[in-house]
């Protein structure tokens, strides 16, 4: 019987999770397809308990669903539990087991520029659900000390409670900019590809500094481009999206994912960018 994989979210025309994981079914040769689906907030638990009906082996969830799918779920692992939120549904046993790929997705991808050390200073910029997960992630498998900056100063204090990590407004993260020798970028100014006001200015900061922005589409947002005039190293989204998708492959099928078939495969659909 043909096996059933999807993408959830509103809006979700934009996704190229579709065209990824289909090269990697017909790369593998399984007999499965895995296509988006657009949900709205109103018929959301109909289409849930509707997928549920067709059997789905396993499927993404992506903006606005990732804390709504909760509640639907009978397992969450410890990264989707920490962070709150679940990007990846396993199907196992008749069981639908969430986990967040996100995070970990985004450290393999750091961590190909360099290791992390406990002498990292890592500045988080924003405190939204990407940002969650990969503050965990951090926090989890890595012994730097992270500071936490948002234009709500209260969700970035929620966000390090009960923690050694700090939190701290915008205007002081631009301040003490200096002694970062990582900056992540993961508010939704990286979204803007012309004019944007960026989230802090980064006139201080020192050169070798690596700074990630988590957005693949500008491939040089103008948070990078701005990275770059000082003198940084800089890293966008792409790695991010490629690695949190083969965690997710595996986790469906057991196969490890060919990586470098999915970054060609996003690299086409952007059209060579």
């Known amino acids: 019987m043909k096996e059933l994989y999807c993408v959830i979210g509103n809006p979700i025309a934009h996704s190229l999770s579709p065209a990824m994981h289909t090269a990697l079914l ?3 040769k399984l007999d499965a397809s895995y296509v988006p689906f657009l949900l709205n907030e109103a018929s959301f638990t109909p289409a849930i308990e509707g997928l549920k009906a ?3 082996s396993g499927f993404n969830v992506t903006s606005p669903f990732k804390e709504a799918i909760r509640p639907f779920l009978d397992q969450l692992d410890s990264e989707a539990a920490a962070c709150g939120a679940v990007n990846t549904v396993v199907v196992k046993e008749g069981q639908w087991i969430g986990y967040n790929t996100d995070g970990v997705g985004y450290l393999q991808g750091l961590q190909s520029i360099r290791p992390i050390t406990e002498n990292d200073q890592i500045l988080v ?5 990407a940002s969650k997960a990969i503050y965990h992630a951090l926090k989890h498998h890595t012994k730097a000390s992270l ?5 709500t100063l209260e969700k970035a204090m929620k966000m390090v409670e009960g923690t050694e990590h700090r939190a701290m407004s915008l205007v002081e993260a631009e301040s003490q900019i200096a002694k970062f020798t990582i900056v992540i970028q993961t508010t939704s100014a990286g979204l803007t590809k012309e004019n944007a006001e960026l989230p802090i200015r ?3 900061l020192t050169a070798g500094t690596i700074v990630s922005d988590i957005i693949y589409n500008p491939a040089e947002t ?3 481009k701005e990275a770059k005039i ?3 190293i800089t890293q966008n989204g792409l790695p991010m999206f490629v690695n949190q998708a083969a965690i997710a492959f595996q986790l469906w099928t057991g196969i490890e994912a060919d990586r470098e078939l999915m970054r ?3 690299l086409k659909q952007l059209g060579g960018k």
């Not at 910029?125 to 659900?129: D, E, M, N, R």
């Not at 500071?147 to 234009?151: D, M, Q, S, Y």
Request: glycine share 18%.
């Open 202 to 204: 980064l006139h201080d």
């Open 26 to 28: 017909e790369q593998n």
């Open 264 to 266: 060609n495969t996003v």
């Open 230 to 232: 000082y003198g940084a």
């Open 147 to 151: 500071t936490v900056a948002n234009r």
């Open 222 to 224: 103008p948070f990078l």
């Open 125 to 129: 910029l924003g405190a939204g659900g």
């Open 54 to 56: 067709l059997g789905v």
